[in-house]
């Protein structure tokens, strides 16, 4: 055996950049700042790699949040140089930048730092009854699934909830009970999923006025999805469901 | 005395995938249940698992013959001979009818032509045993069982970091919790607890693991005087990609990709002629090591795993998330080119000493997946097994621990015990608080993860895991000196990371002791000082007890049922 040693030193610093990073604690502060790093740029560095950077050198104050570092979680979700991203899987090299501004998801609630109030995302989520609903016995083995079947929900199960496109849709900053694109998206999912026995209350619990109809068709949510989810078209699906719903309730 | 105190008859601690499906077993048997965890649920690692969970559901054609005697042999095969037999033909038999139940509440599998669950080849499996949705089997199934824990609308408290037990003579009557959000001590009471905190991937530099899996319940379970059981197995994935060491799931090699080194050779010809690249984890990750070592891998320390032979149809349509990975994180689209990939640590087979039934040593603690030992994967883990034991052994927890909350034994007085583990975490979190530290924690983070990466790797040696072992206690000693640089309460990251890297140090100490102890390559453990199995010296679970002064090694029995150790030839 000629060596067992593996070379886990830490590469050499390339380069730097200019991190901003929005701070704010809303019990102490009264009003946000953004702070300034630079920060040695290893080959290969994420955003959230350049906040542990910062966090472990430079200001074991700050603030986020994160866990796979593999972009699965939705833990790290942020706006990053004027977009929705995830932390982990924003090269630095892929910004084009020397000079990163980093903030909080906007438009939920600012709990310190990057780390921002869930609760307003994952309300609208119990909401629409996020869960396979049956009235049938269930058969001893497997609900049987065509591979066609499964293929109409592949997309709209690769959500991770990591609420960027919540973030960024404008009809949930101006109407705070809109369900907004992932709790549609989610109902969509069971809807479009041919197990599911619920489709008529699935309709009325989003066509209310909370519901599909707030949705503007702007497509942010499209443009914010890390995992290139289509909102909108889950929820055009929806509209054009819940109008035929109630087009056969009239023709009774 | 105590201020306010969360009462429940059982909490969950940690929302993966063994504690979602333990909260629902303990809630559907009419148990006040809530889950407690460092991350909101749905960030939990088991939603990174890719390739897939195994059964023997005989859904494809080439595994109609597949039972779960078969899924049993190869899993004790795969174990090295050192995993419990009993415990394995628990796991096996219940297999099934816990993926089925998935199933039925929405886990959406993909499927064969007719519609049944689909499964694929996966490394040590004598027949396609593996259910997957594609290559986010992990993130499908940790949706439908949070999807489940909403239904029943079981309580969460989430960003909870678990600081200490509160035990009363040999029960276990509560915790106390860091309230991450608020920085403030908070304390539970709880007739059962159910420790589902995952792996301590972190103690290693090299980790396909989720950066909140430190093994934090473990060191606190061990704390506790719970002992750990087998930490020296420790699982290197032979396929993790380059630098980031993010998963690439077998289920590449599954679905046919190949390993090459840089003379354009598959090289697995030479360790497992007949397995190739499906041989058990540990095989494969030696042989990639192998080939690093002796100069044929690439600059970087690395060789490829080709997957373009398999077509842009299949790769889209299989493994669309770890071409989503290479491409995001490597810049390599595998549709075009290989996939740079080296060995990196990925699981802790060993973890709190349980048995079938998830107790531990301490009435009224209970324990199930990556951060507890059964054992079922002895001294190493087939891939697609370790999701299966998280749902067979947690909905077995959740069962056990509604059983016992429910038999009206009494128990012992909580209050305390209660005020102890309360004054203990706040001894301990004030002392980080006062004076200034003399050395940042960070420093010592990477320390540890370059020793354990370094020696108490893939090949280990009687003088390298000397020096670990030294080294993690000049570390113990050092991280006295460690104490907190910022002392706000609300979402303090210095104050978690730190009181995380205190287990870590317990934990990996355990690991490398355990592993200088062992005097035999078994599995995962291979040493260069001593080749070979040793079945009748070391045919025996190792126990690690806290003392003050490092971990107490005492040994008991592997349980063998059906089959005898012999060679394990692939």
């Known amino acids: 055996m000629a060596t067992t040693e593996l070379k886990v030193q830490e590469k050499q610093a390339v380069s730097a950049v200019t991190m901003k990073v929005f701070r704010f604690d809303p019990e102490k502060d009264k009003t946000s700042r953004y702070d300034t790093f630079q920060v040695p740029v290893r080959p290969g560095m994420s955003v959230l790699e350049t906040l542990f950077e910062v966090l472990d050198k430079q ?162 949510c499209v443009e914010a999805c890390p995992k290139k989810i289509n909102q909108t078209d889950a929820i055009e699906i929806l509209r054009r469901k819940t109008v035929s719903q109630k087009l056969k309730f009239w023709k009774r | 005395m105590v201020k306010e105190v969360h009462k429940h008859q059982v909490i969950i601690v940690g929302g993966g995938m063994a504690g979602l499906r333990a909260a629902l077993e303990s809630c559907d048997q009419g148990v006040d249940t809530v889950v407690l965890s460092q991350v909101h649920p749905i960030r939990s690692h088991s939603g990174s698992a890719q390739g897939g969970i195994n059964a023997p559901l005989a859904n494809a054609p080439e595994g109609k013959d597949d039972s779960w005697e078969r899924h049993a042999f190869d899993t004790v095969k795969g174990s090295d001979f050192l995993a419990d037999q009993d415990a394995v033909e628990i796991m096996t038999k219940e297999a099934s009818a816990r993926i089925i139940e998935l199933e039925h509440m929405g886990a959406p599998f993909s499927r064969t032509d007719e519609g049944k669950i689909a499964q694929r080849p996966f490394g040590g499996a004598g027949f396609p045993r593996t259910c997957y949705a594609s290559d986010k089997t992990g993130h499908v199934i940790m949706q439908a069982l949070y999807e489940q824990l909403v239904r029943r609308q079981v309580k969460v408290y989430a960003e909870y970091f678990v600081v200490a037990l509160a035990a009363e003579g040999d029960t276990c009557r509560g915790l106390v919790a860091l309230n991450i959000l608020s920085g403030e001590l908070e304390t539970f009471e709880a007739d059962a607890i159910i420790f589902t905190t995952g792996g301590a991937g972190r103690i290693y530099a090299r980790s396909s693991n989720a950066i909140i899996n430190t093994g934090s319940g473990m060191a606190v379970a061990y704390q506790a005087g719970v002992p750990l059981k087998d930490m020296e197995f420790i699982q290197f994935h032979p396929t993790s990609l380059l630098d980031s060491n993010i998963l690439m799931t077998e289920g590449a090699r599954g679905e046919g990709g190949y390993l090459v080194n840089n003379k354009g050779e598959r090289f697995m010809e030479r360790y497992a002629a007949k397995a190739m690249e499906l041989a058990p984890r540990d095989i494969v990750s030696r042989s990639i090591q ?13 060789v490829h795993l080709d997957l373009r032979h398999l077509g842009r149809e299949k790769i ?50 209970l324990t199930a997946g990556e951060c507890a030992c059964v054992s079922v994967h002895g001294a190493n883990r087939l891939g697609g097994n370790s999701l299966l034991d998280t749902v067979v052994f947690g909905q077995r927890a959740g069962k056990k621990a509604a059983q016992y909350v429910q038999n009206k034994h009494p128990r012992a007085a909580a209050e305390k015990a209660l005020n102890e583990a309360l004054a203990k975490a706040e001894k301990k979190i004030n002392a980080l608080a006062e004076g200034q530290t003399s050395e940042p924690t960070f420093q010592l983070r990477s320390e540890l993860g370059e020793t354990m990466t370094n020696n108490v790797g893939i090949f280990r040696d009687k003088g390298p895991m000397t020096e670990a072992v030294q080294k993690i206690k000049d570390l113990k000693r050092r991280y006295q000196g460690c104490r907190l640089t910022y002392k706000g309460k609300k979402f303090n990251l210095d104050l978690v990371r730190t009181l995380e890297l205190e287990g870590c140090l317990q934990v990996a100490e355990v690991i490398a002791q355990g592993a200088l102890a062992r005097q035999e390559s078994r599995g995962s453990h291979t040493r260069l000082d001593f080749p070979t199995r040793d079945d009748a010296n070391w045919l025996k679970h190792t126990l690690a007890y806290f003392t003050a002064d490092g971990p107490q090694m005492k040994y008991k029995p592997v349980i063998i049922t059906r089959w005898q150790p012999e060679a394990r030839k692939y």
């Open chain 1, 59 to 220: 200001d074991s104050s700050l603030a986020f949040r994160y866990a796979c570092r593999g972009a699965v979680c939705g833990s790290c979700a942020m706006y990053i140089n004027g977009s929705y991203r995830l932390a982990c899987e924003t090269q630095l090299s892929s910004l084009g930048s020397k000079e990163i501004t980093v903030g909080p998801l906007p438009h939920l609630p600012v709990i310190r730092d990057l780390v921002v109030d869930m609760a307003p995302f994952f309300e609208k989520y119990d909401r629409v009854m996020p869960y396979l609903k049956t009235q049938s016995e269930p058969p001893e083995k497997e609900r049987l699934q065509s591979p066609k079947q499964r293929k109409a929900i592949n997309e709209a199960i690769d959500c991770i909830l990591c609420s960027c496109c919540y973030s960024a849709c404008p009809m949930t900053w101006t109407h705070k009970e809109y369900l907004g694109p992932s709790a549609l998206n989610k109902a969509y999912r069971f809807v479009a999923d041919s197990r599911d026995e619920a489709t008529a209350e699935r309709l009325k619990v989003v066509s209310g006025e909370d519901g599909v109809w707030c949705c503007h068709t702007i497509f942010n």
């Open chain 2, 316 to 365: 889209l349509e299989r493994l669309p998330g770890i071409r989503d990975i290479a491409m995001n994180f490597a810049g390599v689209d595998p549709i075009l080119q290989p996939i740079p990939i080296q060995p990196a640590q990925h699981y802790t087979m060993g973890g709190i000493d349980c048995n079938a039934d998830a107790e531990t040593l301490l009435k009224g603690l």
């Open chain 2, 290 to 302: 192998t080939e690093i070592d002796q100069g044929r891998g690439f600059e970087g320390g690395y």
